[in-house]
């Protein structure tokens, strides 16, 4: 068969092409719209499916996903958060501290279940492709899951939002995590009542989203060319 | 408006879910199939667009992204991949070798061009919600970045390749990075002529795709529950 037909068996048309697009654009770090209604496994397993189809460097797929929906360890988790997050504004600029205090940054106990994504440093010891000059390549590819797993949740109307304003070590400690593995993201997941329009950072007037042209460069760093492209991308968004 | 409707504003039906998970499921880690053509503008302008709209810890947006379309610096970049592959075969495990020195790893020179997408540390210091227990936040914000690029890639028949086998110090000089600025993704980007069916280095026998349910745990690390969920993710899969 020619090239160009196999390419085709798996070309996207431009619904389809557009779908992608609007998981993208339209997925958001959830804290507000959960709603009390359990998730299907088999939702679930899709979701798992799509984080475990994430690129990895030297095909180490260092990942584990612990599943928790102990209520009383979700408690311990959200206490955590707590004393982060009292932690965490003491070092932010003193006029950004009441606004940030008002933030709903984590939906732990109100989420269908929680999710901590794990990276195992030790899965490929003995063969490292990729990482002997990158170590921490296995991380990012972790991070890889959690994208998929968020995109993939977005199409199935399961919101998600990502807590890092949390103690690992102690993190580590509530869930058993052994020394060579380290907690990645700790997901809320489940079902939404709505997604917002725009990111709560945006709506609450904690930052604006950047013009997109301005973080483009050219053959090197600050290199100034790129100039049609730029103007493209000005004239499509509001971005 | 009831809070249903506006879910359904923004809903996905079965086909444009569909399209998200084929995106996940058939992206690849390019190396063989980039073709002599070049990228329209427009069609990156849309996936840069899809890279900017990456979640990003307390809204912050660290990337940049760096274009690099001259043959002479791909081709410097391209004599730092030789230089750390011949380092990283001499860490492998011996009966490994042999297998790792005739893998195709990049593609710098062949795609239409290169991407090195960077994460600026300094450019939230002043209010660094979600970072101050975690720092590394910026990081990971930046590979969701990237692998937004990498999914409508493929939703766009583009094909990506990431180069992890390179001396990031050297690339830093190359492209004249400022010191608080990582490189994070140095990106092979353009037309292919197919996208492989599976991953390469599961077809050259480097690796098989471990079997999802084996890598979900219960509760806490190593914690045996989710039977059903497990079941459901066996039987769905050669996973």
Chains 1, 2 share one sequence.
């Not at 209520?71 to 600029?93: I, K, P, S």
């Not at 000059?133 to 199935?156: I, K």
């Amino acid at each position: 068969m020619p090239t160009n037909d196999r390419q085709d068996d798996n070309s996207f048309d431009s619904f389809a092409r557009d779908a992608v697009y609007r998981a993208i654009f339209t997925r958001r770090d959830v804290r507000s719209h959960f709603v009390d209604e359990p998730l299907d496994d088999a939702v679930l397993a899709r979701l798992l499916s799509a984080a475990h189809h994430a690129p990895s460097v030297g095909y180490m797929q260092p990942w584990n996903f612990i599943l928790v929906r102990d209520r009383e360890r979700r408690h311990q988790v959200r206490d955590l958060f707590l004393a982060a997050r009292t932690r965490e504004a003491e070092v932010m600029e003193a006029d950004k501290q009441e606004l940030y205090r008002s933030l709903k940054l984590e939906g732990i106990v109100e989420s269908a279940l929680n999710l901590c994504v794990t990276c195992d440093r030790a899965r490929s010891r003995a063969s490292p492709l990729g990482r002997s000059h990158n170590p921490e390549m296995d991380l990012f590819s972790t991070v890889c899951a959690v994208q998929n797993f968020w995109l993939a949740a977005r199409a199935e109307g399961v919101g998600v939002g990502w807590v890092s304003i949390l103690d690992m070590a102690a993190l580590k400690r509530l869930l058993a995590i052994p020394d060579h593995v380290v907690p990645i993201a700790y997901l809320c997941v489940g079902r939404v009542s709505t997604f917002a329009g725009r990111p709560d950072l945006e709506t609450k007037g904690w930052g604006k989203r950047l013009p997109l042209s301005t973080l483009i460069m050219s053959e090197s760093y600050a290199g100034a060319g790129e100039g049609g492209l730029k103007r493209l991308i000005d004239e499509a968004s509001g971005d």
